[in-house]
């Protein structure tokens, strides 16, 4: 399956590299190559993630990082729609 970042998610991701890297670079290149390994999971199975209670949205937490992935199916194209850390109150999407 294709996997694709919606605007919102992308700026997501860029913003939390960004203060990553400010506190810590290393740990920027930590989270990053999770977010990376997290993506390719969801080409293969896609459904591997957790139903939420909105539509069609499903979301994947990242390995020992405080993030969650949220993802929705869309024929062979799975996009990522939002991505936060736990700690977050939540939103829209959990």
Not at 28 to 40: D, G, K, T, W, Y
Not at 61 to 89: A, C, M, N, Q
Request: no cysteine; hydrophobic share 35%; net charge positive.
């Amino acid at each position: 399956m294709k996997v694709v970042y919606s605007r919102r998610a992308f700026r997501d991701r860029e913003a939390i590299l960004d203060y990553l890297h400010k506190q810590s670079p290393v740990g920027e290149r930590n989270v990053l190559a999770r977010f990376e390994h997290a993506v390719r999971l969801l080409g293969d199975p896609p459904s591997s993630g957790v139903p939420t209670d909105v539509g069609n949205v499903r979301v994947l937490f990242v390995g020992r990082y405080p993030y969650k992935i949220f993802y929705k199916i869309t024929g062979d194209t799975v996009e990522l729609v939002h991505i936060r850390h736990t700690s977050r109150s939540p939103s829209e999407f959990g």
